[in-house]
């Protein structure tokens, strides 16, 4: 079936660097994306979110950039602090649903002082 | 409450016990979602819960895993006779439904299952 997927499990920053967390995406139907990020021991938590007529969006410190054309989703955090570490999923509603979420297999982001 | 609320926080069981999980969800919040989250995987839909509406049990992996939601607020997950590819993380998320479903999912932290 179609489903989201991440490019790379783990990546390691410097703090203060920025960070850029991809993902990609196979179901065109889908027309909502999510990024949330998840501490050990935590459920994830709601970062930033954009709907597929739009192709960035920016919040505090991170900014989601959507390509339709090749469904590919970014995330990127500016001045990466050591808070930041966690794994970060992307996540899409599964084919256009109004209430079902296909996630990722998560990026787990380090972030070294 | 003021988040979504899970118990156990962790849950060891020997294989072929039934469990049940418990999610308490977000007061006000019509839409109630169970995940399962393995080992270095992203989360996998489970089953989802909307008002009075009969729930979309598409996501449960087999007639072992059944969740009831009493008075429109309370959930329980039951996995009878365990095995031990159940373990993992059961997550719990509420929003407050209907148009808005996907919009403000907020996920409990949990329940760690372990089966032995």
């Known amino acids: 079936g179609e489903s989201v997927g991440l490019h790379l499990p783990t990546l390691s920053v410097q703090e203060g660097d920025n960070s850029i967390i991809n993902c990609a995406y196979s179901?065109?139907?889908?027309?909502?994306f999510i990024w949330y990020k998840q501490e050990s021991g935590k459920g994830p938590q709601f970062i930033i979110d954009i709907r597929s007529n739009m192709d960035k969006r920016q919040g505090q410190r991170v900014t989601v950039l959507l390509n339709k054309t090749v469904k590919h989703l970014s995330l990127q955090i500016a001045a990466t602090q050591p808070g930041d570490s966690a794994v970060y999923f992307c996540?899409?509603?599964?084919?256009?649903?109004?209430?079902?979420?296909?996630f990722g297999k998560g990026t787990l982001l380090t972030v070294n002082p | 409450g003021a988040g979504v609320s899970q118990s156990p926080s962790n849950k060891v069981t020997e294989k072929g016990k039934d469990v049940e999980l418990r999610c308490d969800p977000i007061?006000?919040?019509?839409?109630l979602y169970w995940y399962r989250q393995s080992l270095g995987q992203g989360l996998e839909f489970l089953i989802y819960?909307?008002?009075?509406?009969?729930?979309?049990k598409s996501g449960l992996p087999s007639d072992r895993f059944s969740a009831e939601r009493t008075g429109g607020s309370v959930s329980t997950l039951t996995i009878q006779r365990t095995q031990q590819e159940d373990s993992a993380v059961y997550l719990c998320a509420s929003s407050p439904g209907g148009s808005t479903a996907l919009y403000g999912y907020t996920f409990g932290s949990g329940t760690r299952l372990t089966v032995v």
């Open positions: 819960f909307q008002g009075n509406s009969a729930p979309d």
């Open positions: 996540a899409e509603n599964s084919g256009g649903s109004n209430y079902k979420l296909t």
């Open positions: 007061s006000g919040h019509t839409a």
């Open positions: 179901n065109s139907a889908s027309d909502y």
